[in-house]
């Protein structure tokens, strides 16, 4: 009989060691919040696809984002939910709309808190897509890069004046980063920071959102525009040119499904890099759990845990107030 010499599980033995030795860790200060903002008052209306997850009007954005920050969650993202949609997504630089208000809101309630602001035509526009639609050579219809640019610069510069501190363009049209940089350098908010939907993949998994946000296009799909699920080397592209045109911050979208990506980014990179854990993941978790088949907290730490392990500094999460409780922030 010859015994092991080598015993990993030496440090296994108890909950101390096992602590002690540990090389990931989750912490609330490294978690976002998205919230998704709509017009009234006293405003809670559920949605159907996220268990959990409201639409939520400017006062109890107010009250959600004070517990969050209770819990030590740094910084909320929010998305708008126009009264009005046109061709051009026109709500979307409206400094009535709702996300210019709930800035304001936020930052003269809570001045500490960081207002992350998502910038994109497709909440804000009659046919879903990320921006201004053209006719192509052969008959179909396209998203137009550059004519979007400054629709997303108008937009950009709104949230700016409502008081945001970081803007997050998710649109993935090319040179947004450079269009927004310029209008925002411009208007003297040279100091507004830019985190960039850099990689953002053509994804299954942002459904339960497009029922939140009312984004769903109403022909055709984001293709043309979101990066290809079979594209690593694309996304250090997009990455670095990001980063080129002034992005402070960029973002891996979604995550689960493209854990490979955030490590080959956070490599390539010095900046911070985010990534987002997307609304289809979130429904999985609480799915399975209301099926009685996963135990939900467990499984909700250990997904936060993978990404952060795969190299992503922040996380973006709809689990982020309850991930913050369960680690007893
Ligand atoms: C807007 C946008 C989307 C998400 C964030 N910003 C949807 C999309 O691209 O269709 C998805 C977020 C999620 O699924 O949680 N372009």
């Known amino acids: 009989m010859t ?116 910038v994109c035509m497709c909440e804000y526009t009659d046919h879903g897509h990320c921006g201004a639609l053209v006719k192509t050579r052969d008959g179909g219809v396209t998203v137009d890069n550059d004519s979007t640019l400054e629709l997303l610069a108008r937009e950009a510069l709104c949230h700016a004046e409502a008081g945001a501190d970081i803007i997050a363009p998710s649109d993935m049209m090319d040179g947004r980063v450079a269009a927004i940089r310029r209008a925002l350098d411009q208007s003297s908010f040279g100091d507004i920071t830019i985190l960039s939907y850099a990689a953002k993949y053509a994804s299954a998994f942002y459904g339960p959102f497009r029922d939140a946000a009312q984004s769903a296009p109403k022909a055709g799909d984001r293709r043309g525009y979101q990066m290809d699920p079979g594209n690593a080397r694309e996304a250090l592209r997009e990455v670095r040119l990001d980063i080129e045109e002034g992005a402070d911050m960029v973002m891996v979208k979604p995550a689960l499904a493209y854990l490979d990506v955030i490590t080959r980014v956070r490599d390539a990179v010095d900046v911070p890099v985010a990534a987002y854990n997307v609304s289809g993941e979130y429904s999985m978790i609480k799915a399975a759990a209301a099926a009685g088949m996963i135990d939900e907290t467990r499984a909700m730490l250990e997904v936060l845990l993978s990404i952060k392990r795969a190299g992503a500094d922040l996380i973006l999460t709809y689990h982020a107030i309850e991930a913050a409780k369960a680690l007893g922030a």
């Open 3 to 118: 015994f092991p010499t080598q015993r990993p599980r030496r440090l296994r033995r108890s909950e101390a060691l096992r602590r002690m030795v540990r090389e990931t860790a989750l912490d609330p200060r490294h978690f976002i919040l998205p919230l998704f903002v709509t017009s009234g008052q006293n405003v809670r209306k559920p949605i159907a696809s996220m268990p959990g997850v409201f639409q939520l009007s400017v006062d109890n954005i107010v009250a959600e984002a004070r517990a969050a920050h209770a819990l030590s969650i740094p910084a909320v993202l929010l998305f708008g939910i126009p009264d009005h949609k046109d061709a051009l997504g026109s709500s979307g630089w409206d400094a009535q709309g709702p996300v210019a208000r709930c800035v304001r809101a936020l930052k003269d309630a809570l001045p500490d808190l960081i207002v992350i602001t998502d």
